[in-house]
């Protein structure tokens, strides 16, 4: 079946440090890939997605690309800033009956320092 | 726009009693799932509802959980008896369907569960 696997956590940096977080998947077909934040309190946002191969999504900064022959979708930062502090997820999305399934990884929780 | 909304945020029972969680997804969402979010993993999918019919609840341990969505909208996830295993946050998530394209999901705060 579909399955994520992430980056080790915790992740601790200081701020304006460079910042990647791992992410590889095994799926069958053509899935769509995302990346997922939670900041403390909150519920899961949507960060940013790519719905197929050599697409790059990004937002806030962030960036990640769907490689396909690698089966990755590396999350990276240029600068982070203490405010980035989140448990950030990787996941993967196959439609069924119209519907998006989404399986996400086991979480990576990133600390900024400043 | 009002926010996929759940309640309680937070609850303590005793193993082997019953606890019922309440989903309002947002307005025209036809599509609406139930996830389970154990302390240092991911949200694993419970169960999915179309509108008040199920796409998928093959992961729903059925002899415990129940859920449903009455006329499509509300929904509510209960569990009976309680386990020390089901501590865990409830997350609730909704999103569009129109035809076969599929939209993103929004996630309310989520229900944590404490069994002890």
């Known amino acids: 079946g579909n399955s994520v696997t992430q980056m080790e956590g915790p992740v601790t940096l200081s701020e304006e440090a460079f910042l990647t977080i791992n992410c590889t998947y095994t799926?069958?077909?053509?899935?769509?890939l995302f990346w997922y934040v939670q900041y403390p309190g909150e519920g899961l946002q949507l960060l940013l997605k790519?719905?197929?191969?050599?697409d790059k999504g990004s937002n806030k900064g962030f960036e990640a690309t769907y490689r396909k022959e690698t089966t990755s979708f590396h999350l990276e930062k240029g600068s982070v800033q203490v405010s980035d502090s989140a448990v950030y997820f990787c996941?993967?999305?196959?439609?069924?009956?119209?519907?998006?399934?989404?399986?996400f990884g086991q979480g990576t929780r990133l600390t900024i320092n400043p | 726009e009002a926010g996929v909304a759940q309640s309680p945020r937070y609850k303590i029972i005793e193993k082997r009693q019953s606890v019922a969680f309440w989903c309002n997804p947002i307005?025209?969402?036809?599509?609406l799932y139930w996830y389970q979010q154990i302390l240092g993993q991911g949200p694993k999918l419970l169960i999915q509802?179309?509108?008040?019919?199920?796409?998928?609840d093959s992961q729903l341990p059925k002899d415990r959980f129940s859920a449903e969505r009455l006329k499509g909208v509300d929904s509510t996830l209960k569990i009976q008896p309680a386990k020390l295993e089901d501590s865990a946050v409830y997350l609730c998530?909704?999103?569009?369907?129109?035809?076969?394209?599929?939209?993103?999901?929004?996630f309310g705060p989520g229900t944590r569960l404490t069994v002890t």
């Open positions: 307005s025209g969402h036809a599509t």
């Open positions: 996941a993967l999305g196959s439609s069924i009956q119209g519907a998006q399934k989404l399986v």
């Open positions: 799926a069958t077909g053509y899935p769509s």
């Open positions: 998530a909704s999103s569009l369907r129109l035809g076969q394209s599929t939209y993103e999901q929004y």
């Open positions: 509802f179309q509108n008040n019919g199920v796409v998928d």
């Open positions: 790519a719905t197929k191969a050599d």
